[in-house]
């Protein structure tokens, strides 16, 4: 099947230590994106990716970082810089073009609780 | 500065009843409006969109309205069904490309 895989669905960790979060695409999609959901917040964009080896910080892109070292990946890292890192992460994915709107494909999400 | 508003929190409906779920922009280089829905603990689906020279797109029981002097659309849904009960997301495509700003969300509830 199609779509979009994020790893672990549930993730703790200890301030001040950094971690991934993974995000796989099999929809051969260029384009990849990192959100983030807190109450109330609605999702904010924090880095996206046009292409391969090419990525673009999003609205609250400090103290987080990304690769794009494949067409199928863009893992995150929550490092200990981010200052509130407890949060619900969506990847999402969708063609590219600069034409009509193509939608975004979502995965389930990573739910980051930092102790 | 919140580019996309969702003013309403939350919004109850009969079952087989319309639902409105309004949305206020300020960006006006979006050229593109989209609803997405969510589930709890799940990633949001794309639900439909508008072009910003369109004034309506209908898809099924779904259609989305545009009033670009008033920077508003909002999206109807004909007849409700329980299974409609998520968070509803609208958002705005600016830039030619996909970034998306998304508003904060309402919240329906269909009341069988």
């Known amino acids: 099947d199609g779509g979009i895989t994020q790893s672990p669905k549930y993730l703790f960790r200890k301030e001040g230590q950094n971690v991934t979060l993974s995000c796989e695409q099999n929809?051969?999609?260029?384009?990849m994106y990192w959100y983030r959901q807190d109450p109330g917040q609605g999702l904010r964009l924090i880095y996206y990716?046009?292409?391969?080896?090419?990525?673009q910080k999003g609205d609250i892109a400090e103290g987080y970082s990304v690769s794009r070292e494949k067409k199928e990946s863009f893992p995150l890292t929550v490092t200990s810089a981010q200052k509130n890192p407890t949060a619900f992460y969506l990847c999402?994915?969708?063609?590219?073009?600069?034409?009509?709107?193509?939608?975004?494909?979502f995965g389930p999400g990573t739910r980051l609780t930092v102790l | 500065d919140q580019q996309v508003k969702q003013n309403s929190p939350s919004l109850s409906v009969q079952e087989g009843r319309i639902s409105i779920l309004n949305c206020d922009y300020t960006n006006s280089m979006f050229d593109y409006f989209l609803w997405y829905k969510k589930y709890p603990a799940e990633g949001p689906t794309f639900l439909i969109s508008i072009s910003s020279i369109k004034d309506k797109n209908e898809d099924g029981r779904f259609t989305v309205f545009l009033n670009k002097s008033a920077k508003h659309l909002s999206l109807h849904i004909v007849p409700s069904q329980p299974g409609d009960s998520a968070v509803y997301f609208c958002?705005?495509?600016?830039?030619?490309?996909?970034?998306?700003?998304f508003g904060i969300g309402t919240k329906l509830q269909v009341i069988p």
């Open positions: 990716s046009q292409i391969v080896n090419d990525f």
């Open positions: 929809l051969n999609h260029d384009a």
């Open positions: 999402a994915s969708s063609s590219s073009s600069g034409g009509a709107y193509n939608e975004q494909f």
């Open positions: 958002a705005g495509r600016w830039g030619g490309y996909q970034k998306v700003t």
